[in-house]
C-alpha cells in the first residue's frame, strides 16, 4: 500500500544514496525515460551498487525497466538477483507485452531460484488503455499507473495542467483497477514549480477513485501524502462508525450524524481505519 511514488533517475547518484530519506511510501528507481542512451549501463550499475550493498532501503523499491523489447531489458531484469525490489515497473503496457513477459519472468525465476516477481503496469498508449480490461486479469498485476506524458503523445494532443485530455484514461485505470483488486496510481503532475496546480490535480484524481499518486520531485511529496491520507474528519468519522457497529452487531442499519449508514458504509469506515493505520495517522 502506498500513496506516494518518488521518481529517481538511476544515473543521479545523489538522490539514489538518499533514496531512504525522501518522504515517498515507494521509490521508483527509473532505468527508462529519464536515462539517456549514452548513460543506460552506468545507470544500472549505479541502481545495482545500491541495491546488493546498501544496508539501509527505502519503504518499498520499484524498478522501472527498459521497455520489454529494448536491449536493456534483459540486463536490467538481472537487478532482482539483489532480493531488495519489490516491483517490477514495465513500461508500455498492452495485452501482447503483459503476455510475452509473463513467460519471461516465469523461466527468469525458476533460473534464478526468485519468487514470482509482482509487476505495476504503466500504461501510456492508446492501445494499452484500451486493452486494459483483458490484461489487469493477470496475477503478477499489483496496480497500474498511468503514463499520461507518453500517452497524450501517442494520441497526438496537448498535456494541459488541467488535466480534462487525459479523465478517460484516468477512469478506465479506476474502474480496471477496482474491478481485479490493483491498486490505481495516478501520473505525475510534472509542473514541479507549481503546488497548487498539483493540489488541485490531486483532488481531482482523488475524486475519480485514484489511490496514490507518483512523482517527479521530492517537493511534491508532502502534498501527495497528505491528500492521498484520509483526513482528521475521515479518521474521526469512521471510528465512530466502527464503534458503534462493534457495540450493536447485531444491528444491520443504524443512524450516525444524521445519516443512514448500513454494510458497505461501514466497510468504507474499515477501509479507512486500516489506510490510517498503516500510515501510521493513528
Not at 125 to 138: F, M
Not at 207 to 229: R, V
Request: overall charge negative; charged content about 25%; aromatic content about 8%.
Amino acid at each position: 500500500m502506498f500513496r506516494s511514488l518518488l521518481f529517481i533517475p538511476g544515473n543521479n547518484p545523489s538522490m539514489i544514496q538518499n533514496a531512504d530519506v525522501f518522504l515517498a511510501d515507494a521509490i521508483i528507481f527509473d532505468l527508462e525515460d529519464s536515462v539517456s542512451v549514452s548513460e543506460k549501463n552506468n545507470a544500472r550499475h549505479l541502481v545495482r551498487n545500491y541495491l546488493f550493498n546498501s544496508s539501509v532501503k527505502p519503504k518499498q523499491v520499484i524498478l522501472r525497466t527498459n521497455s520489454f523489447d529494448s536491449v536493456w531489458f534483459k540486463g536490467d531484469i538481472e537487478l532482482f538477483k539483489s532480493n531488495s525490489i519489490d516491483y517490477l515497473l514495465i513500461p508500455k503496457i498492452d495485452m501482447d507485452v503483459i503476455a510475452a513477459l509473463d513467460e519471461y519472468l516465469s523461466a527468469f525465476e525458476k533460473d534464478s531460484n526468485l519468487e514470482q516477481i509482482r509487476i505495476i503496469g504503466l500504461v501510456e498508449t492508446a492501445k494499452g488503455v484500451e486493452e486494459l480490461h483483458r490484461y489487469a486479469q493477470n496475477k503478477r498485476l499489483y496496480g497500474i499507473l498511468l503514463g499520461a506524458e507518453d500517452l497524450t503523445k501517442d494520441l497526438g494532443i496537448n498535456r494541459t495542467e488541467g488535466g480534462s485530455e487525459i479523465s478517460y484514461a484516468r477512469s478506465k485505470v479506476i474502474y480496471n483497477c477496482v474491478a481485479n483488486r490493483l491498486l490505481p496510481i495516478d501520473t505525475p503532475f510534472t509542473n514541479i514549480s507549481n503546488l497548487a496546480g498539483l493540489e488541485s490535480d490531486c483532488k481531482t484524481a482523488i475524486s475519480l477513485g485514484m489511490k496514490a499518486k507518483a512523482s517527479i520531485h521530492p517537493n511534491q511529496l508532502d502534498t501527495i501524502n497528505n491528500l492521498f491520507s484520509p483526513s482528521k474528519e475521515e479518521i474521526s468519522w469512521a471510528m465512530g462508525v466502527v464503534k458503534i457497529h462493534n457495540d450493536n452487531p447485531e444491528k444491520g442499519v443504524f443512524q450516525y450524524q444524521g445519516k443512514m449508514i448500513d454494510k458497505p458504509i461501514i466497510e468504507k469506515a474499515k477501509r479507512i481505519i486500516e489506510t490510517a493505520k498503516y500510515f501510521d495517522l493513528i
